[in-house]
């Protein structure tokens, strides 16, 4: 086949342009993923696309530039070196302003590098544009009404025992009225008070009103022990908070450590209540805007002083005031730093599996600490003496493994009197707490 | 009628446990104490203030008074082992004035001076030996896996979990990073960007000691020595100290 030379040219000139045009869509494809790259490594830091963080926000930084009169070209300088640029450019002057912070030189960006970050952030959608989905709402909904039926419950049995007793009364009206229209001895039956006829029918039925007293005084004796066992019971303690914080979000979903809002609970015999600058070392950038917890999270910035709009603190503190959970009472010595560092105990053998706790936190029930893999099991309730010296007559003590100094040194005497050690061993294998004078009054109590 | 009376008796017994179990599940309520005078103390303890003075509440005080910013210029009881009291004093690096709107620094000292820049050339006073060194870089490890790890990731690239989860974005990696040791302690005593100063959790040797670790994470040969007792990166031991 014979192809002339236009034909051949005009095929040359479409395969061309079909090689500029994937040439093309490749290279912005590359200079886009150049620029996200670049983004995530130079600016993410300081600079977020859609919000103003330490610095502010990118999208759209160009155009706005253009539109305030900056010099051309001023922008690059700015990346580069902003101290030139503000000396060069009145704008870029202007926006020195913006925070007290100082920006970082860039000297090594290119000015294609710069702008292909540039051009990546505004090619990002902005995220308050896209309608949040508000997540676990039916979830809510179905809590709420899981609560309203429990409170219904107690209201239906108290109407249920209203009507038994109006019931009870009108029997025993009509029971009267047919005994008087049906007595042979009216004069009799008109003397008997209802008291008296009350009497006799008990008298009448003698064998059942005993039974039925027997159970109910039994009942009630059982009642009244039972109410005595449950004084001082905190099992179950959920007092509200002020703010309602979700320990499943923070110490489970973003793997936070427990230590690093308790900081003090290894040196301290507090493990403390985080105050609102340790929530604000991550809160100063999660927002929560557009979500459904986001109340919840001005509470935080009001607490702070934090003027999310002005980015900027503004002295003005009010400390959140949080309801304490679990309390011990005053003539009870619990020392958080002997537990979690000498003892080397887990918080979830206390406080429970704080990372799946969806609510704000409780005094867990001794069954549900017992379902957790790694805990000693125990039997007497959360919080209570015999909880406490249950876990002290369980609980093994790590000694002679020269990581501790005080047991090392037991260790060390224990040796010296084998019989004592082999006494120590012998009851389940084991040193524990208690052996080494867990039990003594003076340890908890002085 | 027998029947009914035992359903009327059943009935009443039923709704009267059932009253006085309703009336202790209250959530809200710590339940009974046998003695509230011996269980409640009207000194003030740490997270435990129940506003009392003098056989009164007040309301307004509860809860109020317990979590309190230590007066200015106390210093913490840190033993009486020199050279760690000489670790523990104050920072002797001011903030800038800046510091209080960007990071909430408010009643401080302040330096006009870029302290940020000036620090760094300051060296941690932590001296790693061919026998201390593990231990430290152990104890850094821990430290950085409670205090930092969630931001800054395992392996401080800037990926940890609030990272991953969506949360928490714009963490630098460690590896590339500009700042020295010293400005690093700078930065997680006062803050910088967006992460919170940490001066009121950590204390100064426990920040010398993630320090360590961080720079581990940089470079894995940080902290080693070779057999005949040298170090393999050559500015682990430096005598010239800061505090």
Not at chain 1, 107 to 130: G, N, R, S, T
Not at chain 1, 158 to 172: H, R
Not at chain 2, 129 to 147: D, I, P
Request: glycine share 8%.
């Amino acid at each position: 086949m014979e192809i002339s030379n236009i034909q051949s040219l005009k095929r040359i000139k479409s395969l061309a342009y079909v090689a500029i045009t994937i040439g093309l869509i490749a290279f912005s494809n590359f200079a886009s993923a150049q620029g996200e790259g670049l983004f995530k490594a130079k600016c993410a830091t300081c600079h977020m696309t859609h919000k103003n963080s330490t610095g502010p926000k990118l999208a759209g930084v160009k155009a706005k530039w253009a539109a305030g009169g900056a010099k051309e070209g001023s922008i690059y300088q700015w990346v580069n070196n902003w101290q030139t640029a503000a000396a060069n450019d009145p704008y870029a002057a202007e926006v020195s302003k913006w925070s007290p912070t100082a920006m970082s030189a860039f000297p090594d960006l290119k000015k294609e590098e710069i702008d292909a970050i540039l051009d990546w952030v505004d090619a990002q959608p902005d995220p308050a544009l896209v309608a949040p989905v508000p997540p676990g709402g039916a979830d809510a909904a179905g809590a709420t009404n899981v609560a309203l039926e429990e409170e219904s419950n107690s209201w239906v049995w108290l109407i249920m025992g209203i009507i038994f007793v109006v019931v009870i009364m009108a029997v025993g009206g009509v029971r009267r009225q047919l005994k008087l229209a049906t007595s042979e001895n009216e004069a009799e039956a008109e003397k008997m008070t209802y008291g008296e006829e009350l009497r006799a029918l008990a008298w009448k039925y003698r064998l059942q009103v005993g039974l039925v007293s027997l159970v109910v005084v039994i009942s009630l004796f059982v009642g009244l022990f039972q109410s005595l066992y449950s004084i001082n019971i905190m099992e179950g303690y959920q007092p509200s908070q002020p703010i309602v914080f979700p320990h499943a979000q923070h110490a489970g979903i973003n793997g936070i450590d427990c230590k690093y809002c308790h900081n003090t609970v290894a040196k301290s015999k507090s493990a403390s209540i985080p105050s609102v600058n340790v929530c604000m070392n991550c809160h100063k950038q999660i927002d929560g805007e557009g979500k459904e917890y986001a109340p919840q999270i001005k509470k935080i910035y009001a607490a702070a002083g934090w003027d999310k709009e002005g980015m900027k603190y503004t002295g003005k503190t009010d400390p959140i005031v949080w309801n304490k959970v679990h309390v011990l009472p005053e003539h009870v010595y619990f020392n958080h730093s002997q537990h979690v560092v000498v003892g080397g105990i887990d918080c979830k053998q206390c406080h429970g599996d704080m990372t799946q706790m969806t609510e704000t936190a409780k005094v867990q029930p001794v069954e549900e600490l017992n379902k957790i893999e790694g805990n000693i099991k125990l039997t007497r309730k959360t919080l209570t003496m015999g909880w406490c010296i249950e876990c002290h007559g369980k609980k093994d003590v790590a000694i002679g493994n020269g990581k501790n100094g005080y047991y090392d040194e037991i260790h060390r005497r224990l040796k010296q009197d084998p019989k004592l050690y082999a006494q120590y061993l012998n009851n389940d294998g084991k040193v524990t707490a208690n052996e080494l004078g867990g039990w003594e009054c003076a340890k908890c109590h002085y | 009628m027998k029947k009914f009376v035992y359903t009327a008796f059943s009935g009443a017994a039923l709704t009267m446990s059932l009253l006085l179990n309703s009336c202790v599940s209250n959530t809200d309520s710590p339940g009974l104490e046998y003695a509230p005078d011996m269980y409640r103390t009207p000194g003030i303890e740490t997270f435990v203030d129940y506003g009392e003075v003098r056989g009164r509440e007040h309301k307004a005080w509860k809860g109020r008074l317990s979590a309190m910013t230590p007066p200015r210029n106390t210093i913490p009881f840190y033993g009486t082992d020199s050279s760690e009291v000489k670790l523990m004093l104050p920072y002797f690096r001011k903030p800038n004035v800046a510091f209080r709107e960007t990071h909430g620094l408010y009643g401080w000292d302040y330096s006009s001076a870029d302290e940020y820049t000036l620090a760094v050339g300051d060296k941690n006073p932590l001296l790693l030996s061919a026998t201390t060194s593990e231990a430290v870089l152990t104890k850094g490890k821990e430290l950085f896996t409670a205090m930092c790890q969630h931001c800054h990731g395992e392996k401080g690239d800037g990926n940890g979990p609030m990272v991953l989860s969506g949360a928490y974005a714009g963490v630098p990696n460690y590896v590339g990073l500009a700042a020295t040791e010293g400005q690093m302690f700078y930065s997680i005593y006062y803050g910088k960007g967006m992460m919170g100063a940490h001066g009121s959790i950590l204390n100064k040797k426990e920040i010398w000691t993630i320090i360590h670790h961080i720079r581990r994470l940089q470079d894995a040969n940080y902290g080693k020595f070779d057999a005949s007792g040298a170090a393999v990166v050559a500015t682990v031991s430096d005598t010239t100290n800061a505090n």
